[in-house]
């Protein structure tokens, strides 16, 4: 086994950067370069709930929600393990707060999410 690298850093953060844009610009079609085609999500909504499900859930809340311009955020990669890697990101925009969990596997060569856990505020 090798170590994780900055290449590997810089990588990683470069393929969150895509879920944040399409966070940012509203459409789910940006950020799916971020996720692998099966990825999950799972996590509490601010009400409570519980939402499951493929990530395609997420775009069709994204293209519903719109453009979240003010967003800010911070990502933290976590753990690097190999072709494992584990990133927290906080989002805060106006009237909402999340903390996300990414689970990225580096599949043929690119860094995938292929599941994402999440609390909303």
């Known amino acids: 086994m090798s170590k994780a690298t900055l290449k590997d850093y810089e990588e990683i953060v470069n393929t969150m950067q ?4 399409g966070n940012i610009e509203g459409k789910g079609d940006v950020m799916k370069s971020t996720f692998h085609e099966d990825a999950i999500m799972y996590g509490y909504t601010n009400d409570g709930n519980l939402s499951t499900g493929s990530i395609r859930n997420l775009y069709e809340l ?7 311009k003010d967003l800010k955020y911070r990502i933290d990669v976590l753990d690097i ?3 494992v890697a584990v990133v927290r990101i906080i989002l805060e925009g106006p009237g909402v ?4 969990y ?5 599949v043929d060569g690119q860094w995938k999410v292929i ?3 999440f609390h909303q505020y």
């Open 102 to 106: 990414h689970t990225l596997l580096k």
């Open 115 to 117: 599941s994402k856990v």
């Open 81 to 83: 393990a190999v072709t």
């Open 18 to 21: 895509g879920y944040i844009q």
């Open 62 to 68: 994204i293209d519903t929600l719109g453009p979240a």
């Open 97 to 100: 707060e999340y903390a996300d």
